[in-house]
């Protein structure tokens, strides 16, 4: 039986070539096709768990949530295409598949998040990731990039990128802007005014194994498999602007 790691892994890459093939042949594009790819993949993914990890419940953003998960000992955290609007949207490489592994006594224990338009996966492990320019291309100068939401950007993403001396770049998919700090391509992401569980768990268990800090924009824990999914900000960053961040972000917490 492969591990833990290894099969998030297997299941958000072959989520991700599946998506990409919907995408490619299915005629469809926009809202028509998000939904469809959500669909698709939530399928595969489901039931890849069901056959694999029998025992183990499920959250999941396309699913209907079975609150059995609340007294479950491991519970997977799914979300089958986020930055569906960009997965929508031809040429866009800022959507990706989040598998992650969540434990009663460890919290987040494995995660897989792969950006499947540009052919890559990142494990919960603690190999190291250069940058090569897919997402963002690396900035010529020093300035560190602060990446936000292109849609709903946090109302303090200036003043977070001043006070790191950056410059903040707006990007599709909570998964999308944690890799590109994974791969050093920004420096932080920050996040407010909502979001969901499956949107951040296994991008942080990612971005956790890598060195990364993670955590609300109050600088408390990020709690998961809670009773309201409801997970509405984050920071990802490196953790020597973790002090200057937060003293931005607390003050909107
Ligand atoms: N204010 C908000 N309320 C609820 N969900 C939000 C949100 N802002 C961002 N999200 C979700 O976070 C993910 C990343 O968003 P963004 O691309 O804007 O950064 C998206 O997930 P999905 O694409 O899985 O729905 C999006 O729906
Ligand atoms: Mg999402």
Redesign the pocket.
Known sequence: MSTDRVLAGDLATAAGELLVEIRATSGLAGKEL?KAG?LRSDEFILARLRAERPDDAVLS?ESADDKQRLTAPRVWIV?????????GTEGRT??AV?VALWSATDGLIAGAVALPALGVTYLDDTEPVTPTGGLAAVPAGDRPRVV??????PAFSASVADAIGGEVLA???????AMAVVRGEAAAYV??????E???AAPVAVAQAKGLWCGRIDGSELVYNRDDT?L?DLVICRPELRDAIIGITSADA
Do not use: I, N
């Not at 996040?191 to 969901?196: E, K, V």
């Open positions: 998000g959500d953003e979300d089958p295409v986020d930055g569906t609007r960009e997965y800022d959507w989040h936000v939401s292109a849609s709903r950007p990007m599709g998919s909570a998964g999308a802007k996040h407010a005014g909502g979001q969901y499956w949107d951040s409801y509405p």
